[in-house]
């Protein structure tokens, strides 16, 4: 049975300066070298994503689009996520 909206059913948020904190105590050295074991062997990145930008592949759906179009839309995607447009 839910709560019907009652917010004092929720466990007690915990403040983002206490997450802060703990991360703060954490040992670098040793986060580093944990991971530097997990991914030991490995030569390159995973693709998460096939390659090209999501318009580049619906731009390649239309044939009157020139490939200058596709590499300028492309760029001012990566642009915009990088927060420069």
Do not use: F, N
Request: glycine share 10%; charged share 25%.
């Amino acid at each position: 049975m839910g709560s019907g909206g009652d917010g004092a059913a929720l466990a007690r948020v915990t403040p983002y300066r206490d997450y802060l904190a703990w991360l703060a105590r954490q040992d670098r050295a040793a986060a580093l070298a944990a991971w530097q074991e997990a991914l030991a062997g490995l030569e390159e990145a995973t693709h998460v994503a096939r390659a090209g930008c999501a318009r580049e592949r619906r731009l390649r759906r239309s044939s009157s689009r020139s490939a200058l179009t596709r590499a300028l839309s492309c760029g001012a995607d990566a642009s915009r996520r990088a927060g420069r447009v």
